[in-house]
């Protein structure tokens, strides 16, 4: 069983930025993918970002690419997503997960998720 923390959240105005993290509960954080995703009021949760094991792919869902940057340190178990330039649209509740698929995207199956954290951005 791998238990998710995210932190990081809170309110601020367009433009502005936060960086979220995630912490994992694992020995083995560096054998999963991991990936943010968000869920607005009345809608379905979307895929935000992925990152592989080792950090070195990633991907991301149109809305955020130039904006947001998903990151790892392994030796931390933590991901990041550093969120700039934000919108009124980036308002949601954040989650991470994990897979154990190595690299995963959006569609991939994802084994754990964190409780979320929210992030509100004012125009």
């Known amino acids: 069983q791998v238990q998710l923390v995210e932190s990081g959240g809170g309110l601020v105005q367009a433009g502005g930025s936060l960086r979220l993290s995630c912490t994992a509960s694992t020995r083995t954080f560096n054998k999963y993918g991991m990936g943010w995703f968000r869920q607005a009021p009345g809608k379905e949760r979307e895929f935000v970002a992925a990152i592989s094991w080792s950090g070195g792919t990633t991907y991301y869902t149109d809305s955020v690419k130039g904006r947001f940057t998903i990151s790892r340190d392994n030796a931390k178990n933590t991901v990041y997503l550093q969120m700039n330039i934000l919108k009124p649209e980036d308002t949601a509740v954040y989650y991470c997960?994990?897979?154990?698929?190595?690299?995963?995207?959006?569609?991939?199956?994802?084994?754990?998720w964190g409780q979320g954290t929210q992030v509100t951005v004012s125009s």
């Open positions: 997960a994990a897979s154990t698929t190595t690299q995963p995207r959006g569609a991939t199956p994802y084994d754990y």
